[in-house]
């Protein structure tokens, strides 16, 4: 039962332009979100995240968007660069329900073109 | 401020056997969670330690388990080894005290063979 789901499994995107990644969740009760940037045989890197009481929280050229009627965040990079070729994962956690733990969506590798 | 460190980074078990993970997590983090990565699953969670309690578990069998100590390093074990456990374990540290980031360590890659 995948409780966060990324329908795209690849992006490629020219060097410069914007790069924009989906996440759904199913879940009402998750109240916090995260996104995760992935290399091969690394753990992955912590990006950025976004309460359920925001709709948008920027940091540099990374801004994630949360609406809650539709259960749906994206994150959007601009101006991506070659750099930023990775896989991308969606998380989310209901931690006011005693979990700290967090629910991953299955990635979305994204290849920025230079 | 050292980040997550888990050990050993690669490992080569025979099916029936049994392993022991290790993870450091960020000095004054209190909350160690696992979770297992494979191809086409992402990353699913195991369990949750906070202050050498199992807080939370996610859904896998009885072989897969874990304790914490007092100076908050975590160790997994499973037991029993089966073709099927091969994969990506990444441990994650984070306060445990509210929805904060958490900061993952670089893996260990078991092999079952």
């Known amino acids: 039962d995948q409780q966060v789901k990324q329908n795209s499994p690849s992006l490629s995107v020219q060097e410069g332009r914007i790069s924009i990644l989906n996440c759904d969740y199913t879940?009402?009760?998750?109240?916090?979100f995260l996104w995760y940037k992935k290399y091969p045989a690394e753990g992955p890197t912590f990006l950025i995240s976004?309460?359920?009481?925001?709709d948008k929280n920027e940091d540099g050229r990374f801004t994630v968007f949360l609406n809650k009627s539709a259960k749906h965040l994206s994150l959007h990079i601009v101006p991506s660069q070659p750099g930023d070729s990775a896989v991308y994962f969606c998380?989310?956690?209901?931690?006011?329900?005693?979990?700290?733990?967090?629910?991953f969506g299955t990635g979305t590798r994204l290849t920025v073109i230079p | 401020k050292a980040g997550v460190t888990q050990t050993p980074r690669y490992l080569i078990k025979t099916r029936g056997q049994q392993v022991t993970l290790s993870c450091s997590p960020i000095?004054?983090?209190?909350?160690v969670s696992w979770y297992q990565q494979t191809p086409g699953q992402g990353l699913q969670f195991l369990f949750e330690?906070?202050?050498?309690?199992?807080?939370n578990k996610g859904n896998f069998p009885g072989r897969f388990s874990g304790r914490q100590f007092s100076n908050s390093r975590s160790e997994m074990n499973v037991s029993t080894l089966e073709l099927g456990d091969s994969a990506l374990y990444l441990c994650?540290?984070?306060?445990?005290?509210?929805?904060?980031?958490?900061?993952f360590g670089q893996g260990t890659r078991l092999t079952v063979v």
């Open positions: 994650a540290s984070s306060s445990g005290d509210g929805n904060t980031e958490a900061f």
């Open positions: 879940n009402s009760m998750f109240d916090y």
């Open positions: 976004i309460s359920s009481i925001k």
């Open positions: 998380a989310a956690s209901a931690f006011w329900s005693g979990a700290n733990n967090l629910f």
């Open positions: 000095s004054g983090h209190r909350s």
């Open positions: 330690y906070f202050s050498e309690t199992q807080r």
